[in-house]
């Protein structure tokens, strides 16, 4: 079956820099080899993600910010961009290793609008008048890249997830996410 190529931003971190990242020493990477065996594997993966312009009041301020949230189920970390990716930000990419939206639109505004809500009591909650958010979802999708690391020995095998934009791995969160994916 051919799929479609998907617009995404070019990623941060090369495969080299994931396999380093991955096998680097230190203590999360030792915990993983100890604990659930050597790195066999690597593979890129991306994430469709949806754009909302939120805008909210704290004290007399108007803010206006453009957030990302994930369109499988939401359960990532929201990203915040200053402004839409312009195309030329974007490369294409033809991958079997993409994730597929199955959020409903009023499942991710509900999501959207109590993360931004956390995203912004941390910024000043005495100074929010009243929890009301404007949330308007921009045009299209963009997939997010990301590494998996796969561990393992024995048979059983885990997953480590780097997200290739904030070069950073990330947590047991998103592995889970990942890992529930791969075995769907």
Same mark, same amino acid.
């Given at each position: 079956?051919d799929?479609?190529?998907?617009?995404?931003?070019?990623p941060?971190?090369?495969?080299?820099?994931?396999?380093?990242?991955?096998?680097?020493?230190?203590?999360?990477?030792?915990?993983?080899?100890?604990?659930?065996?050597?790195l066999?594997?690597?593979?890129?993966?991306?994430?469709?993600?949806?754009?909302?312009?939120?805008?909210?009041?704290?004290?007399?301020?108007?803010?206006?910010?453009?957030?990302?949230?994930?369109?499988?189920?939401?359960?990532?970390?929201?990203?915040?961009?200053?402004?839409?990716?312009?195309?030329?930000?974007?490369?294409?990419?033809?991958?079997?290793?993409?994730?597929?939206?199955? !959020?409903?639109?009023? %499942?991710?505004?509900?999501? $959207? =609008?109590?993360? +931004?809500?956390?995203?912004?009591?941390?910024?000043? #909650?005495?100074?929010?008048?009243?929890?009301?958010?404007?949330?308007?979802?921009?045009?299209?999708?963009?997939?997010?890249?990301?590494?998996?690391?796969?561990?393992?020995?024995?048979? !059983?095998?885990?997953? %480590?997830?780097?997200?290739? $934009? =904030?070069?950073? +791995?990330?947590?047991?969160?998103?592995?889970?996410? #990942?890992?529930?994916?791969?075995?769907?």
């Amino acid at each position: 079956m051919d799929m479609p190529a998907i617009r995404t931003l070019k990623p941060n971190v090369t495969q080299r820099e994931a396999v380093r990242a991955f096998s680097a020493p230190g203590f999360s990477a030792l915990y993983w080899r100890l604990r659930i065996g050597p790195l066999q594997k690597i593979a890129d993966a991306y994430v469709p993600f949806w754009l909302y312009r939120v805008r909210y009041q704290l004290g007399r301020t108007p803010h206006a910010r453009l957030f990302a949230l994930d369109a499988v189920d939401g359960s990532l970390d929201l990203f915040e961009w200053p402004r839409i990716p312009k195309h030329r930000e974007l490369i294409s990419v033809d991958s079997r290793n993409r994730m597929l939206p199955s !959020l409903t639109g009023e %499942r991710a505004e509900e999501i $959207l =609008r109590e993360k +931004v809500l956390r995203v912004v009591f941390q910024q000043g #909650f005495f100074k929010l008048r009243e929890a009301r958010l404007d949330i308007a979802r921009e045009q299209g999708e963009v997939y997010l890249p990301y590494w998996l690391g796969f561990y393992g020995r024995n048979g !059983l095998v885990r997953c %480590r997830v780097m997200d290739a $934009l =904030r070069r950073r +791995v990330e947590g047991a969160k998103a592995s889970a996410f #990942f890992e529930q994916w791969l075995v769907a």
